[in-house]
């Protein structure tokens, strides 16, 4: 099922959310995407949401470097 969900918008989109919610809130995006790499390097390779998390992480990725160019873009807006 996780092979839907890789090209299923609102899937994509509700991941995407959570960390733009993160960005908004001012955490520390890194840190969360470190920390989840972290756990999914702990976890182990029956753990059922395993290949969840690692769907995770890809989004995650993809969206930060769209939250950092956006940043850029904006920064240089500002000035």
Do not use: Y
Not at 10 to 19: D, G, M, S, T, V
Not at 27 to 47: T, Y
């Amino acid at each position: 099922m996780l092979w839907l969900k890789r090209w299923n918008f609102i899937e994509r989109a509700k991941l995407e959310r959570e960390l733009w919610e993160a960005f908004e809130a001012r955490e520390n995006l890194e840190a969360k995407i470190e920390e989840l790499q972290a756990w999914i390097a702990a976890a182990e390779p029956s753990e059922p949401t395993l290949a969840d998390q690692r769907f995770r992480l890809e989004v995650w990725t993809t969206t930060l470097a769209r939250i950092r160019k956006i940043e850029a873009m904006m920064a240089g807006k500002r000035r």
